[in-house]
């Protein structure tokens, strides 16, 4: 049996029937810092047009954002 160590979360904002918006992106705290949610935004971003990443941004996310090369 598995267990759930992150996930992402887009919306299609616009409606035009693709994915641009990344509303959530969360890590389990026992996974954090081995590259999974930089592999999940790669991945969502790799399928999909993204283009916005939306806030508000926890201390944590804002400081994943900067390091992954997004300006928040």
Known sequence: MGHITG???LRDRD???SYESVTHIWTASAWRRRGIARRLL???S???HL???EQPYSSGGAAFLA???HVG
Request: hydrophobic letters at 50%; proline letters at 0%.
């Open 46 to 48: 790799s399928r999909f």
């Open 7 to 9: 996930f992402v979360i």
């Open 51 to 53: 283009t916005v990443l």
């Open 42 to 44: 790669a991945k969502a």
């Open 15 to 17: 409606e035009d029937d």
């Open 67 to 69: 390091a992954c090369g």
